[in-house]
């Protein structure tokens, strides 16, 4: 599975973004989809995922009603829409796909997309 991550950036705080994953290969093998990211100095961290039969969700709660994370399978496309972003969002974002949302990050990963939040 190859993916591909777009729409990072530099936003102010309180502001939006939306990520987004585009996903290619063998996508018939995922059964989940998520994102993580990564600041500098700290541990990675998966912050949204979703199941591809059923679109159950699962959030940080360092992001719970802030970001939403949704698929468009017609597109082999997911999405991170990011609200009320804060400055500790700053990260590199990674967009995972795998069998479970257990396992996400023991699957693909994307060359991830930075964002910036500006305070």
């Known amino acids: 599975v190859q993916l591909v991550e777009s729409g990072g950036g530099l936003v102010q705080a309180g502001g939006s973004l939306r990520l987004s994953c585009r996903a290619s290969?063998?996508?018939?093998?995922?059964?989940?989809m998520g994102w993580s990211r990564q600041a500098p100095g700290k541990q990675r961290e998966l912050v949204a995922a979703i199941t591809s039969v059923g679109g159950s969700t699962k959030y940080a709660d360092s992001v719970k009603g802030r970001f939403t994370i949704s698929t468009d399978n017609a597109k082999n496309t997911m999405y991170l829409q990011m609200n009320s972003l804060k400055p500790e969002d700053t990260a590199v974002y990674y967009c995972?796909?795998?069998?479970?949302?257990?396992?996400?990050?023991?699957?693909?990963w994307g060359q991830g997309t930075q964002v910036t939040v500006s305070s």
């Open positions: 290969g063998t996508i018939f093998s995922i059964n989940a």
């Open positions: 995972n796909a795998g069998l479970s949302i257990a396992t996400l990050t023991e699957g693909s």
